[in-house]
């Protein structure tokens, strides 16, 4: 088993910023991908960035590029996002996620690829 547990979140207003936290205990050595989700009432879960648990290309959708960060500590086991010029749009429950399996191309945006998700995190951009 593994848990994650996110932390970071609050409110902001628009164009300011927040680093979102995730950390991943218990049977770590067995996680693949590591991503960052997020989700508003009445919708799926929106694929965010991604990161391979051993390290290497990262990726993001088309709506946080160049805005959002993903990244690593390996002593702590633990996976950032960095937001800067955060919009109201980007209100919503963001949830950290990890495969077991190899999650590649496509299906890294699947949010049914993941078996392990945290408990969400909740930012609220005020404009």
């Known amino acids: 088993q593994v848990q994650l547990v996110e932390s970071g979140g609050g409110l902001v207003q628009a164009g300011e910023s927040l680093r979102l936290s995730c950390a991943a205990s218990?049977?770590?050595?067995?996680?693949?991908?590591m991503s960052w989700f997020r989700q508003t009432p009445g919708k799926e879960r929106e694929f965010a960035a991604a990161?391979?648990?051993?390290?290497?290309?990262?990726y993001y959708a088309d709506s946080v590029k160049e805005r959002f960060t993903i990244s690593k500590d390996y002593a702590k086991n633990t996976v950032y996002l960095q937001m800067i010029s955060l919009k109201p749009e980007d209100t919503a429950v963001y949830y950290c996620?990890?495969?077991?399996?190899?999650?590649?191309?496509?299906?890294?945006?699947?949010?049914?690829?993941?078996?392990?998700w945290g408990q969400g995190t909740q930012v609220t951009v005020s404009s």
């Open positions: 996620a990890a495969s077991t399996e190899v999650v590649n191309g496509d299906r890294r945006k699947d949010a049914n690829a993941y078996k392990y």
């Open positions: 218990g049977r770590t050595f067995n996680l693949y991908r």
């Open positions: 990161i391979r648990w051993s390290g290497g290309p990262v």
